[in-house]
């Protein structure tokens, strides 16, 4: 019996140690090693370092002393004499579990308000704004999730079957939301992709064209020239041919077909046509404005003009100038502009030979 008394003083003389040995080292981290932490991350040109400081001192020293804990009773119930005088390990470890989970969730909100949201208010798009929170909420849930199945495991019980419900559970939720599911990835997609951000005008597969007016987690909002608003899924969005007539810059080319009668001197038909460019204002001078002979047809030359604007949403007003000086240039040049003709003849056949009436008996 004596034995027996020296054996467990002396263990729990051990286990006070440990739990003051944690005491002591979880106050060196508070006093000195944090400070010195905080002083170097000062030197930093960000924040996010200061901020996990800030966040994770108290539960860092916490865990410290939980751990110390969980160590001191592992050594007293080592060898459980009697049914439950292992629970008190068990709570250790469940509390060290939520202690962890806590200060992951915490370092996480810290990265995501000082270095994801400042950088999610640069950009156009409020597809981020709407994805950010999202994934923020799902990564919480998770770390959560996983904080709790530690701590059904620290009490005994057997998490491969939840894992395997949750799984069968993921399944089918993903089945039942496959196409919401597919928009959402498509956004994120054309966030990370910038195929087109909202001010852009586009053309999409349909012949559709607008301006993009918001691009969402799930669908893209377009305002095409009727001042008609258009909704269209991500997934389609990622999946089909888009034009984005902003990218990569928003100059555009202008083409004027045009044709001109049989007889006409091509270079003085170049010359009246580019000589309608002078002065109108959005016309670049490099590249060059230039005039193309493209094609003698059945009943016109037909030329071709091409010049550049350097802003594709002046295309439309730059078209309609310069077609209407074209049009006056030419008749001012007596330069004919023909239209379709089609010479036709007709055919009158021969009559036919008179009918000689019948000789009389």
């Not at 960000?46 to 410290?64: F, K, M, N, Y």
């Not at 919480?140 to 996983?146: D, K």
Request: aromatic share 8%; proline share 6%; hydrophobic share 50%.
């Amino acid at each position: 019996m004596g034995l027996l008394f020296e054996r467990l003083d002396d263990t729990y003389t051990r286990a006070g140690l440990v739990v003051a040995g944690a005491v002591v080292v979880s106050l060196v981290v508070r006093h000195i090693v944090f400070p010195l932490l905080r002083r170097v991350a000062g030197r930093t040109r960000t924040r996010v370092d200061a901020e996990l400081l800030r966040v994770s001192s108290g539960s860092v020293e916490l865990l410290i002393i939980l751990i110390g804990v969980r160590r001191a009773l592992e050594m007293l119930y080592a060898r459980p004499l009697l049914p439950g005088e292992s629970l008190p390990v068990a709570v250790a470890n469940t509390a060290i579990v939520l202690c962890f989970a806590h200060l992951l969730v915490r370092c996480l909100d810290a990265v995501v308000d000082v270095v994801v949201l400042p950088l999610i208010e640069r950009t156009d798009t409020s597809i981020d704004d709407a994805i950010v929170p999202v994934v923020h909420r799902l990564s919480r849930v998770g770390i959560f999730i996983a904080a709790a199945l530690a701590v059904l495991s620290a009490w005994g019980v057997q998490v491969g079957k939840v894992w395997a419900g949750l799984g069968i559970a993921g399944l089918a939720i993903g089945f039942a939301v496959k196409d919401s599911l597919s928009n959402v990835f498509g956004g994120i997609s054309l966030m990370f992709d910038r195929a087109y951000k909202p001010g852009d005008f586009i053309k999409l597969e349909s012949g559709d064209a607008g301006i993009v007016e918001d691009v969402g987690l799930r669908s893209t909002r377009i305002r095409t020239w009727d001042n008609e608003r258009i909704t269209v899924p991500n997934g389609m969005m990622a999946t089909s041919r888009v034009q984005n007539y902003h990218q990569p810059d928003r100059t555009e080319r202008v083409r004027v077909d045009f044709g001109v009668v049989y007889g006409s001197d091509p270079d003085e038909v170049k010359r009246v046509a580019l000589g309608t460019l002078d002065g109108v204002e959005g016309i670049l001078a490099d590249p060059p404005p230039d005039c193309w002979f493209l094609e003698m047809a059945d009943f016109a030359l037909k030329f071709q003009l091409r010049f550049y604007v350097d802003d594709v949403m002046k295309k439309w007003a730059v078209f309609q100038i310069v077609i209407d000086r074209l049009y006056k240039a030419l008749y001012a040049n007596d330069i004919g502009i023909p239209f379709p003709t089609r010479t036709i003849y007709i055919h009158q056949p021969a009559p036919p030979p008179p009918v000689q009436p019948p000789k009389s008996a």
